[in-house]
């Protein structure tokens, strides 16, 4: 059984409160539980944080005994050098999702720190965003 976990930076844990028009209006818990049975032969685990140290402690924790990791590092995607690094110094392979198209936003979205240590990008599709990450590794 493939072991894949989401990790979800800071502010995500306010998805279907915060800035519905981006965002939607659904919270993640209720997407994840979706998830969970669109992936019945998956062990799918979930993490968030709004601390850029525990994001990176916890890529280390599972990095090497894992499948895959689908990351959403919110703002921290363009501008944590740290995280990039966390990600290159483990085994297990990211993807980088976005709920949002982050190139039809603000400028300093444009531009990822994460991006060149993953093994790709998925952005603009909303939550499916994520059910595109897992799939990738499957």
């Known amino acids: 059984m493939k072991k894949i976990i989401i990790i979800n930076g800071p502010n995500l844990n306010l998805l279907g409160v915060r800035e519905k028009s981006i965002y939607g209006t659904k919270d993640f818990q209720s ?7 669109s992936f019945a032969g998956v062990e799918l685990s979930y993490f968030q944080s709004n601390h ?3 994001i990176i402690d916890k890529l280390h924790e599972i990095g090497f005994n894992f ?3 689908v990351l959403n590092a919110g703002a921290y995607t363009h501008t944590s050098v740290a995280i ?8 297990t392979p990211v ?3 976005h709920i949002s198209n982050v190139h039809k936003r603000e400028e300093f979205r444009h531009h990822s720190y994460l991006a ?3 093994v790709g990008v ?3 599709f909303g939550l499916d965003s994520y059910k595109l ?6």
Not at 84 to 91: E, N, V, W
């Open 52 to 54: 850029e140290g525990a």
């Open 84 to 91: 990039g690094d966390a990600i290159a110094a483990i085994t």
């Open 133 to 138: 990450g897992v799939q990738s590794f499957l």
């Open 116 to 118: 060149k240590n993953c």
């Open 122 to 124: 998925i952005c603009g």
């Open 95 to 97: 993807v980088e999702v």
């Open 31 to 37: 997407y994840f539980d979706e998830l969970k049975a």
């Open 67 to 69: 499948d895959g990791v």
